[in-house]
């Protein structure tokens, strides 16, 4: 049994009220057209709403996040139904 003071708790997310949110960040490297990779996504994306019916809104690119020394890293967000943003996640 594993014992936590509320002290140590620094944040608590409830997954299980209104929706949940999906956030994840695609890698891609310099080397590749980076306008290519978005028309690619956009093209893409708009299908997984026929598939996911738990999507609620999105999937939606939100554009380059961040960039290290040899990628950028584009975020790409969604809305589900609660507690169902797992599968969704992992198809995006």
């Known amino acids: 049994m594993k014992t936590i003071s ?4 620094k944040e608590v997310i409830n997954y299980s009220r ?6 994840v960040e695609v890698c891609v490297n310099f080397k590749e057209n980076i306008d290519k ?9 708009p299908s997984l709403k ?13 554009g380059i996040e961040d960039m290290d020394a040899h990628n950028v890293f584009i975020r790409i967000s969604a809305k589900t139904t609660p507690e169902n943003h797992l599968p969704v996640q992992r198809a995006i």
């Open 50 to 62: 026929d598939e996911y019916t738990q999507i609620l809104e999105g999937p939606i690119i939100n």
């Open 18 to 23: 209104t929706y949940s949110s999906v956030v």
């Open 37 to 45: 990779v978005i028309e690619i996504l956009e093209e893409n994306l």
């Open 6 to 9: 509320c002290g140590n708790i």
